[in-house]
């Protein structure tokens, strides 16, 4: 038996729904990476890359192609992340390199997700309904899919709008993902809302807390 056949098995049963390991590992994977992104560590990368692979797996198994293609963009986004992540961490008053400094999107930036999200959303979907094999459910899958990759580049570039865009990704991957047989990533996605609501807030303190700084290296 192969490493991708033992995750796609069962680990166990609970309340009707069936967990199976790459659903439960790459989920708990996933939670991990999402509090290292709350606290702006740049491994929050690392994790989301690992996350992103074991899920694939997952998505694969309960034939949903837009959960694939989404953790393959995962993956995508999650390299460049990093390296922009790397090239844009501040320094602390001794020297030492720190977190990431964070900041509120712009009003042309903000339409520019809105807009890229929703065209994606329709791009997707409509190739997802013209074949039918690709994804049985297939306009949630689409947004959840487009949805995944705007808040993954708002959160490579330091936006606090990347909270907001998980938490309406969150909306429509919580009864998606127990419709399509993942407990554990619905169960998951539910966590990540209380995550998000607080790195909502942390980040949204934090951009404050950095304009000045901002405001005085542009002066």
Known sequence: ???????????????????????????????????????????????????GVILVGAYAAAHLSGGVGKQLLVIGVALWGWRQWQRGRERETDGTIGH???????????GMLLGATALGTLLVGGLFTAVPELSWNPWPDAYIFTGTLAAMVAQARGLVEFWLAWLLVDLVGVPLAFTSGLAFSGLVYVIYLALVLWGLRDWWLRSRADAPTLEGAAA
């Open 100 to 110: 990431i400094a964070v900041r509120f999107a712009t009003w042309r930036e903000r």
């Open 1 to 51: 038996m192969n490493v991708l056949s033992w995750l796609n098995q069962e680990a166990f049963a609970a309340f009707g729904q069936h967990i199976i390991w790459s659903d439960m590992i790459g989920n708990t994977v996933g939670l991990a990476a999402l509090a290292l992104g709350w606290r702006r560590s740049i491994w929050t990368w690392p994790a989301q890359l690992l996350s």
